[in-house]
């Protein structure tokens, strides 16, 4: 059978009219009996991808016509969800309690969708369905704590998900419990799943550990997103054979910038340097070298470090440990671009103006040697603190540095003119002890240190995408996407309500919103702006496709300055390579890109997306944990979200979140104003907001949950 996928499809749509079964769609397709096996092997695989649809009467048909659509399962932990739908820009469907069918959290599924009863929600397009096949599984284990029913002789246990958007137990036969303890923590492997009202069924893997235990956060973490933390032998094998310094024959054919003055800035426990940087004054300006580490040199296209970089997606940075994309022998190693070493990197060079515009640039295969490993603080003493001891001590780089301030605050400059968007929310940092328990969370120092490398770095990301952009040539960009038209549709009505005007534009741009911001600044309603902004926004994601950065105001960007611990980067470093050595004229290698790079993106934001989450959640977790001794104790803190249910607030010294839930609102009856991201009191009117200030109260410290309840102090 000569049929492709995407053929199969384009027939089922222009051809068939309706639902086929087999034999008919043989008669359309004009196919002889031998390839009846071809045929229904390839329907099935796109009935798997959701592509496709099998009815009970063993027709195929399109999931449009049908009112279906496939998309992914997102569970909330009071049992109802959402279908995120594969195809872009189409809004996410509500699934209640009652529809979603035996589906768990993250599942592929397959929805039928329904205009929702409310007249309100139709006009607003929001969408509801009901689950109708679960078309792929996201989970084979689940992580969990192990119980016991109170029995005096249990026939069974059962395993209580850590991740409370699993809503149902594990049930676990005595047969399969595998020496756990009630009260372990475990990983069990799902033997059956969900189905027709039965839980799902596993059996205990191994025992991870006890809660309160130093480290087993982290550990709980890994197991449950399936973070791989070992290598492969056959990857550390080929780690081995890296050799660990660069040999004369590693330099030839590359620009040799060892004599060129470059510091690496880092923070203080960075331990893999992805970036170095140069500068100098030129006539028209600045030039300005951002100097990468050049991996695609080590990691060569399909090898066994190759696909485990790939598989990875990124390195993982937990509060306690780091779990690197590469083997150490890279990612801290011939890769990091240590001090005083020779190591291969891609060098952007730019010359720069005083209005900062790039006059000229040029990328290319170098070797450099990196002068001194800076940190942000040792920058920050040099140029703001203006400390003595620091400046003599780096007096060789001092007009270096001063040189960088300059440049930073043009680039800057540059920047917010164009309408870039920078959000002004503070950062958590969690403090360990030796023992890996957390003692304090302090706000995370973000100085002019921290702004130069990200100018730098941003400097370079758009030049190297805009340079294969201009040679419509397959490419990885870095894209975020406008906001949800209703998002921003309630977003001026809100800024309207406190007095922000946005103007009666078809298309809203950055800059608008970046003024938003501007005129927010130094006032009451700082915090509450910057968060529902913030909120508004898409998150920004890997594509083949170029769709610009709204949050950056950028035409064209992409990421090429972290191939040590991002694998996207090293996709770019790949086709950058192929640009200099003509490969991008090669018509079958330029196919083969375009084919790949689609997964490959999509592949990448999922890996990002497991990352962010489960760093997210063992900061959570800790913080939980850190909070269980406080209970009774009053804390201001200040509202950071507002549901009907209740309000969010954020403890001003720790950084950490609980609920103050509405029935413990005793003194009115409160009614939640959307639009106005507030609750009201219906009697007194007292008004409860983001970003207003409050005291609570530590109530209750639910681990299982994950969750922390507060209430209001008394005043």
């Known amino acids: 059978m000569n049929y492709t996928h995407k053929q199969l499809i384009n027939a089922l749509r222009t051809r068939a009219g309706k639902p086929m079964m087999v034999r008919e769609l043989m008669r359309l397709l004009r196919l002889k009996a031998d390839d009846r096996h071809d045929l229904k092997h390839a329907l099935n ?90 078309l792929e599984r996201a989970h084979t284990k689940i992580v969990g704590t192990f119980e016991l029913p109170e029995s005096h002789l249990p026939t069974h246990g059962y395993v209580t998900p850590s991740n409370p958007r699993i809503t149902q137990d594990v049930f676990i036969h005595r047969d399969n419990v595998n020496n756990a303890k009630p009260g372990d923590i475990v990983s069990a492997e799902l033997v059956a799943y969900p189905l027709g009202g039965r839980p799902p069924e596993g059996r205990i893997l191994r025992v991870i550990g006890r809660p309160g235990q130093p480290g087993i956060d982290s550990e709980l973490i890994i197991e449950q997103y399936e973070i791989p933390v070992t290598f492969s032998p056959a990857t550390l094998e080929e780690a081995k054979q890296v050799p660990q310094q660069v040999s004369p024959a590693m330099r030839r054919g590359r620009r040799d910038l060892r004599e060129l003055p470059t510091v690496t800035i880092d923070g203080e426990k960075a331990r893999d340097f992805d970036d170095a940087v140069s500068i100098e004054r030129i006539k028209a ?122 440049l930073m605050e043009i680039l800057k400059a540059k920047r917010a003119k164009r309408g870039s968007i920078d959000f002004d929310l503070p950062e958590p940092e969690i403090v360990l002890d030796l023992q890996g328990r957390m003692t304090d969370v302090i706000r995370a120092e973000r100085n002019m240190a921290h702004q130069l490398i990200e100018e730098f770095m941003l400097a370079a990301n758009e030049t190297v995408a805009g340079h294969i952009e201009s040679k419509e040539k397959p490419f990885i960009y870095r894209i975020h996407e406008e906001p949800a038209e209703e998002k921003l549709t309630d977003l ?111 592949h990448s934001s999922k890996r990002e997306r497991t990352a962010m989450e489960a760093e997210r959640d063992v900061i959570a977790m800790l913080k939980l944990e850190f909070m269980k001794d406080k209970l009774g104790e009053v804390y201001e803190g200040i509202i950071t979200g507002v549901t009907q249910f209740g309000f969010f607030v954020q403890l001003r010294e720790y950084f950490v979140e609980g609920l103050v839930h509405v029935s413990t609102l005793d003194d009115d009856y409160y009614h939640y104003v959307e639009k106005q991201h507030s609750l009201r009191g219906e009697r007194r009117k007292r008004v409860y907001r983001i970003g207003d200030i409050v005291k609570v109260n530590v109530d209750r410290v639910d681990p299982l949950r994950r969750k922390i309840d507060f209430s209001l102090a008394k005043e």
């Open 492 to 602: 001026i009505e809100f800024l309207a309500t406190l007095g922000i005007s946005l103007p009666a534009v078809k298309k809203l741009k950055p800059i608008h919103l970046q003024k938003a911001l501007a005129k927010a600044k130094g006032t009451r309603e700082e915090t509450l702006i910057n968060t529902v902004l913030l909120r508004t926004m898409k998150q920004a994601r890997y594509s083949e496709e170029n769709a610009g950065h709204f949050g950056l105001a950028a035409e064209t960007y992409t990421h090429f300055t972290s191939p040590i611990r991002r694998y996207p980067d090293l996709i770019v470093h790949r086709i950058l390579k192929a640009d200099m050595r003509g490969r991008l004229e090669d018509g079958a290698y330029v196919e083969k890109l375009a084919d790949r790079l689609p997964e490959m993106a999509a």
């Open 45 to 134: 695989e796109l009935v798997l991808l959701g592509e496709i649809v099998k009815t009970r009467g063993n027709r195929y048909g399109l999931p449009d016509k049908m009112d279906l659509e496939s998309g992914t399962f997102q569970a909330h932990p009071s049992g109802y969800g959402f279908v995120i739908p594969e195809k872009k820009g189409k809004p996410d469907i509500f699934i209640p309690l009652k529809g979603r069918l035996d589906a768990m959290d993250g599942d592929k599924v397959m929805a039928r969708v329904s205009p929702p009863a409310d007249r309100r929600k139709q006009k607003e397009g929001k969408r509801e369905g009901l689950i109708i096949r679960v």
């Open 285 to 406: 300006g600045y030039r300005l070298w951002v100097h990468i580490a050049d991996v695609a040199h080590y990691v060569k296209e399909g090898s066994f470090l190759d696909e485990e970089a790939y598989q990875r997606g990124t390195s993982v940075y937990l509060p306690d440990r780091a779990i690197p994309m590469l083997p150490e022998a890279l990612s801290n190693g011939i890769c990091s671009l240590n001090p005083n070493l020779d190591r291969l990197t891609l060098t952007c060079e730019m010359d720069i103006s005083p209005a900062g515009a790039i006059l000229r640039y040029d990328i290319y295969d170098s070797v450099i040697n990196s002068n001194e490993r800076m940190t942000y603080t040792s920058v920050r003493e040099i140029l703001v603190d203006r400390d003595p001891a620091q400046r003599r001590r780096y007096a060789a780089l001092l007009d270096r540095f001063e040189l960088m301030a300059e």
